[in-house]
């Protein structure tokens, strides 16, 4: 939230004004353009303080305030949560279990979100790495033969401790 000076607190000397319905009141000293806004009942409120000759406008600060907020729960409101979605794979996963994951994955796809492909690797399984990596290289040519995606690395195949993981992107274009 912004931060606005108001009335007394305004300090320059000389004001551009603007009235309550957006009218150009012209530039005059502060003491003129506050004891306007007084005589409205309303307040003498610094919207542009940083322009040449800075510039106030005679308003309801109260309701100023609130329609700026509301303007800003509005943003938030209609920004796009993307979340990153996470697919489990494992050395021995079975075919069915492979589709599965590509069926789960391509409903992540549509819904916009993010995809974080894992694989653990567990006991003696840690020496099979390499079986690991093809695992999910095999995992991502599956998704990519799909022609409605366009995927893209976000993070490329990392090695944790116990497995491997990736983050891929659906770009849309």
Known sequence: ?????????????????????????????????????????????????????????????????????????????????????????????????????LNQATKFFEKGHKLKVEIILKGREKQHWGKAVEIVKNFIAKLKENKQFNLIEEQGLTRQQNGFNIILVNKKD
């Open 1 to 101: 939230m912004d931060f606005y000076r108001i009335n007394e607190q305004i300090r320059v000397p000389v004001v551009q004004v603007i009235g309550d319905e957006g009218e150009q009141l012209g530039e005059m000293p502060t003491a003129k353009a506050l004891q306007m806004a007084r005589e409205q009942e309303l307040d003498l409120v610094e919207v542009s303080p940083k322009a040449q000759l800075p510039v106030a406008k005679i308003t309801d600060y109260g309701r100023m305030k609130y329609q700026k907020e509301k303007q800003i729960h509005k943003q938030k409101a209609s920004q796009k949560k993307i979340e990153v979605k996470d697919v489990r794979l494992s050395l021995r996963i079975s075919s069915h279990d492979m589709e599965m994951r």
